[in-house]
């Protein structure tokens, strides 16, 4: 159940603009390290997942040296099995082969995209909790493909760039969402594709949020 701070007809879709500047490299790095500080370092979220499984998602950023630009969410297909015509990180739950989560991350991203190559891991960004209560961990990385391109997998049914300068002033709104009897703020923001909402949008915007902190460090 989804109750929302502002009346869907109110709601503007958003369109991202082509170009837009781009965030240091540096100051992406700190927002990785500011968390480190919160009274819980590994979690941005208070629910307590059901699972014991655990998954990944890769936050895939492109630019150029002088820093990231955009930042890469594909749409489910509209007959997978888990959450269908969502926008979302790439990602998806743990595997017995995979060394860890920031493997599991890569290995999603690559079966979802076919990405592999020119691929720099920065960090990780404090863990949230899908609609399915699996605790997820949010792994940042860099693509230095000059052209960046990708092969969608069978589940995917496209991928976008958004841009990050942008984004941080996006016109999102809030979203009461009711979780077994929790009440949970989300924030979300409607785009062309699909409302970008649920955890997606949770962990990104927070993620904004820190970048955002970030200007002066």
Do not use: N
Request: glycine residues 6%; negative net charge; contains cysteine.
């Amino acid at each position: 159940m989804a109750r929302s701070s502002e009346p869907s007809a109110q709601r503007g879709v958003w369109t991202a603009p082509d170009t837009a500047l781009g965030i240091p490299w540096p100051r992406i790095e700190r927002s990785l390290v500011l968390p480190q500080s919160w009274p819980d370092p590994h979690k941005i979220s208070s629910r307590i997942p059901e699972s014991r499984r655990r998954a990944a998602v890769a936050l895939v950023l492109w630019g150029d040296e002088a820093g990231a630009q955009k930042i890469l969410l594909v749409q489910r297909g509209f007959s997978a099995p888990q959450h269908p015509g969502e926008l979302a990180f790439p990602g998806g739950m743990a595997e017995a082969g995979d060394r860890d989560l920031r493997w599991t991350a890569r290995r999603e991203l690559f079966e979802e995209l076919g990405i592999r190559d020119h691929l720099w891991e920065v960090g990780c960004f404090p863990d949230g909790v899908a609609k399915a209560q699996t605790r997820f961990t949010p792994v940042l990385f860099r693509w230095d493909a000059p052209e960046p391109r990708w092969e969608r997998g069978h589940e995917i049914h496209d991928a976008l760039w958004l841009p990050l300068v942008p984004l941080l002033e996006a016109p999102w709104t809030t979203e009461i969402l009711d979780r077994q009897g929790l009440a949970l703020e989300v924030p979300r923001l409607e785009l062309p594709q699909a409302p970008l909402w649920g955890a997606t949008a949770f962990v990104l915007k927070a993620w904004l949020d820190v970048v955002k902190e970030c200007v002066d460090a």
